[in-house]
C-alpha cells in the first residue's frame, strides 16, 4: 500500500484525483489539504509518506516553496498543474513527475507505474472498446459502467475537466477524458471528424450546414473552428453533390 497526501486548492482538482486513485488498489489517501499552509504545518516524517501529488499556482505559498519543505518527507513528489512554465522549477526542487491538467488516467497510472516498478498497480482502463462500442464510467451515475455503441454517439464535448457524450437517445455521459483519449480510441473510424477544438462529431448525424456553422440531430451547434478550416472544406467537397449541367 502506498500512502498519498494530496495539495492543491482547487477541490475539483483534487476530485479528479480521487476517482483516479480509487481505480489503483494500491494507493491509501492519508491527507487532502487544500490549503498549502496547512500542509507545511502537518506534513511530518512519522505520516510514512510514499507519494505527494501538488498543485504548483497556489495562494500564499506556490508548490515549488511548499516542495522545498516537504520533499525530504516523501519518497516520491509529482506535480499536478495547468502550466507548463513551471517544469524547469519542478526540476531544481526534485520533483519526480509532471502531469499537466486535464491528464488523462493512462497518464496518470503509466506514471505511477513508473515511478513504483515494484508495487503491483492495477491498469484499469478508463475506456475499454470492442468493434462496434465502447465502454465508459459515467460521473452522474456514480462512475456506472456504460455500454455505448458508436452508432448511437452524435458527439463529444469536451466540457472544463470533463467530457460529455452526446447520443441519439438524448441521453448526455459525462466522463473524466479528454479530447485526445477520444481521439485515441476512434483511431480510423472515418465517420468521427474534429471541426472545432472542444468537438468530435459524428458526420453521420449531421442536421445541416449553414456558413461555418455545423448543426448536429440533437440541436447541438457550433461554428468550424479557424484552425480546421481545411478539414472541413475538404469533407464538404468529398460529400456535397455538384451538377454536371453547363451553365
Known amino acids: 500500500m502506498l500512502n498519498c497526501i494530496i495539495i492543491d486548492d482547487e477541490q475539483f482538482s483534487v476530485d479528479a484525483i480521487l476517482k483516479y486513485i480509487e ?12 490549503n498549502p499552509l496547512k500542509a507545511l504545518e502537518n506534513v511530518t516524517l ?3 509518506i510514499d507519494l505527494i501529488f501538488m498543485d504548483i499556482d497556489m495562494p500564499f505559498l506556490s508548490g515549488i516553496e511548499l516542495a522545498k519543505a516537504l520533499r525530504p518527507k516523501t519518497q516520491k513528489l509529482i506535480f499536478t498543474t495547468s502550466h507548463s512554465k513551471y517544469a524547469f522549477d519542478a526540476y531544481e526542487v526534485e520533483g519526480d513527475a509532471y502531469l499537466l491538467k486535464p491528464f488523462s488516467f493512462g497518464k ?15 491498469k484499469i482502463p478508463e475506456i475499454s472498446h470492442g468493434d462496434d462500442y465502447f465502454m465508459v464510467k459515467n460521473k452522474e451515475e456514480d462512475l456506472r459502467i456504460v455500454k455505448v455503441g458508436y452508432k448511437e454517439v452524435i458527439a463529444f464535448e469536451s466540457s472544463q475537466n470533463y467530457l460529455k457524450i452526446h447520443l441519439a437517445n438524448n441521453k448526455v455521459l459525462t466522463v ?16 468521427f471528424k474534429q471541426f472545432h477544438r472542444a468537438f468530435v462529431i459524428s458526420t453521420d448525424c449531421i442536421n445541416y450546414i449553414e456558413g461555418n456553422i455545423v448543426k448536429m440531430n440533437n440541436n447541438l451547434s457550433f461554428t468550424v473552428g479557424e484552425s480546421y478550416r481545411e478539414n472541413f472544406t475538404s469533407y464538404l467537397s468529398g460529400k456535397l453533390l455538384k451538377t454536371s449541367r453547363k451553365r
Open 23 to 34: 481505480l489503483l488498489p494500491k494507493l491509501y489517501v492519508v491527507a487532502i489539504y487544500n
Open 46 to 48: 512519522e505520516n510514512n
Open 108 to 122: 496518470f497510472s503509466m506514471t505511477i507505474n513508473r515511478l513504483f516498478p515494484n508495487e503491483t498497480v492495477a
Open 176 to 191: 473524466y477524458l479528454t479530447i485526445k483519449d477520444i481521439l485515441e480510441l476512434l483511431g480510423s473510424r472515418d465517420e
